[in-house]
């Protein structure tokens, strides 16, 4: 019988490390103008017990459209989310314990995503290369 588990670590990332890329990205893709303490929105959206993974990813890939009222907005709404699932927590603290194990395992995914998404990019743009070579060598 052979062990098919993967016992390697090399792929694995941290929660810590998918919160520095997520910041980089709006970093990189800020409107001008915009205040925003990066590293705690993307606490607040990491922590987010409410959004799914590929909602999580929307959040992050819109912040180059996003201006400061929605940046505002945004963090008024997960702030009041932590509110009320602090309340929660004293009444149905199994539930709510639930769903952070959910949102930290969801957070890991959406590094997974991020990959899946740049690895898909990096085949198409293979794919345009080899049929622009062989467009370029027909007219030889």
């Given at each position: 019988m052979t062990d098919t588990t993967d016992n390697t670590n090399e792929n694995k990332i941290t929660a810590p490390e998918v919160s520095k890329i997520a910041v980089e990205i709006i970093k990189r893709d800020i409107q001008e103008g915009v205040e925003l303490d990066i590293e705690a929105?993307?606490?607040?959206?990491?922590?987010?017990?409410?959004?799914?993974?590929?909602?999580?990813?929307?959040?992050?890939?819109s912040t180059p459209k996003l201006s400061q009222f929605q940046f505002d907005s945004l963090i008024w709404v997960f702030e009041?989310?932590?509110?009320?699932?602090?309340?929660?927590?004293?009444?149905?603290?199994?539930?709510?314990?639930k769903l952070v194990v959910k949102q930290q395992e969801w957070w890991l995914?959406?590094?997974?995503?991020?990959?899946?998404?740049?690895?898909?990019?990096?085949?198409?743009?293979?794919?345009?290369?080899?049929?622009?070579?062989?467009?370029?060598?027909?007219?030889?």
């Open positions: 929105f993307i606490n607040l959206l990491m922590y987010s017990l409410s959004l799914t993974v590929s909602e999580k990813k929307r959040v992050i890939d009041e989310e932590r509110v009320k699932f602090k309340e929660l927590m004293a009444k149905h603290p199994e539930e709510v314990k995914e959406l590094w997974e995503v991020y990959q899946q998404e740049a690895e898909e990019k990096e085949v198409t743009w293979e794919e345009e290369q080899k049929i622009d070579d062989i467009k370029a060598s027909l007219w030889l």
